[in-house]
């Protein structure tokens, strides 16, 4: 009874030790650690999260950056603890995982130790040590997916997504390392390709160890629209503003729409990269009911001139009827050829008035019909093709487009 009192104690005692959240979060780092090919770094990360959670998953990892960091400084203490984390490993884990790459690099290493004509060497000192005072650095870009959970690293690390650099208080230190530093604040600067940098103040306290999360934002990328002046822009549907001008998109892919009242609206699909930069120089195209208003106003203005005309040949007519009348008013019409003569002129004049009428008024139909083409040409943005650009190497592209 007394010796199972005392078994749940010291299991219960474990568990309150054990932190997952301080075990992953050192895990993460000690990923982009070894992402990042500094290993050195990365097997003080994973010793400092398998001190918080003692799982055969971190010290296979753990295991792995020693091995990988004998390699860059062959030091035999590398050789000795990553034998150490292996047989841990395989100690907990019989089938699946990696047990298969753990099994071969156990004897890899061992290899190596009897190479070195020693079976034992001092165990290098995790990068935490609390007696010293430590600051490091922990990027993270915004984007990025992470990971969930905590399992094996490869053998080969992925390359870097970014470059990072970061510095403390102006000397360059590298990402995810802790580095001593004196108790009191420091300012921390982390910039990366693609990133706004970032700056922070943190205070480190004496005799701890402080691994510091700064999140890097994106830059935006720009794009140039380069048109005849009062055209609208419209990206992924809403309004961006007007052009010429540029504007700020989030990385990645969008559709930049570009209209004008009476022109062929048209559609630019662009893939950006952070930061990235690109120019659209368009030529917009008349729309079809904007090539036929000089057309109409042509038509409408011959109808004017010919309204103008056949009514001054109008007036012409009544003012000669007027006098062949006043004629046989004052001497009269003894033989009838002026009366005839009067007919003629008055149906002449009725008739180049009324063809004056008809003409003035289909000239005003034409210039309405000429105004609401103009007035009303104003096509939709759906009405676009969308058309993919490419931008080339980074730094630009300027692309003429037509419909």
Do not use: C
């Not at 009269?332 to 009324?354: H, K, L, P, S």
């Amino acid at each position: 009874m007394k010796l199972a009192v005392i078994l749940v104690a010291a299991l219960a005692a474990r568990a309150a030790a054990d932190d997952p959240k301080a075990a992953e979060r050192y895990f993460r780092a000690g990923e982009k650690a070894y992402k990042a090919q500094n290993f050195a770094a990365a097997a003080g990360l994973f010793e400092s999260a398998y001190k918080e959670l003692p799982l055969p998953e971190i010290a296979f990892s753990a295991a792995q950056a020693y091995r990988r960091q004998y390699r860059v400084d062959p030091k035999p203490a590398y050789v000795t603890r990553a034998v150490e984390l292996y047989a841990v490993y395989l100690d907990k884990v019989k089938t699946g995982g990696r047990v298969g790459v753990a099994a071969d690099s156990l004897g890899e290493m061992k290899r190596e130790l009897d190479r070195l004509g020693t079976s034992a060497a001092p165990v290098p000192q995790p990068v935490v040590v609390e007696e010293r005072t430590q600051l490091g650095i922990n990027p993270e870009l915004e984007g990025e997916a992470g990971a969930r959970g905590m399992s094996e690293v490869g053998d080969l690390p992925d390359a870097g997504s970014a470059k990072i650099v970061t510095t403390i208080d102006g000397k360059p230190v590298a990402p995810y390392e802790l580095v001593d530093v004196t108790p009191g604040p420091h300012q921390i600067h982390v910039e990366a390709e693609g990133y706004l940098p970032a700056d922070r103040t943190e205070r480190a306290i004496k005799g701890a160890q402080s691994l510091v999360d700064v999140k890097l934002s994106p830059k935006p990328a720009k794009v140039t629209v380069k048109v005849a002046g009062g055209a609208r822009v419209r990206i992924d549907g809403r309004a961006a503003g007007t052009a010429p001008g540029t504007f700020e998109v989030a990385a990645g892919k969008h559709v930049v729409t570009i209209s004008r009242s009476g022109r062929v609206p048209v559609a630019r699909e662009v893939t950006l990269g952070r930061g990235q930069e690109i120019a659209i120089a368009e030529q917009l195209e008349a729309t079809s009911r904007r090539r036929a208003v000089p057309w109409v106003l042509g038509v409408g203005g011959g109808l004017a001139v010919v309204s103008i005309t056949t009514g001054l040949t109008g007036l012409v007519f009544d003012g000669r009827a007027s006098d062949t009348l006043h004629r046989i008013d004052t001497v009269g019409d003894a033989t009838g050829g002026d009366r005839a003569t009067y007919d003629r002129q008055v149906r002449n004049r009725d008739r180049f008035v009324t063809a004056a009428w008809i003409t003035g008024g289909a000239a005003l139909v034409a210039g309405g019909i000429a105004a609401a083409l103009y007035f009303g040409d104003d096509p939709s943005d759906e009405r676009a093709r969308i058309v993919p650009v490419a931008p080339g190497g980074g730094a630009g592209a300027a692309v003429v487009g037509r419909f």
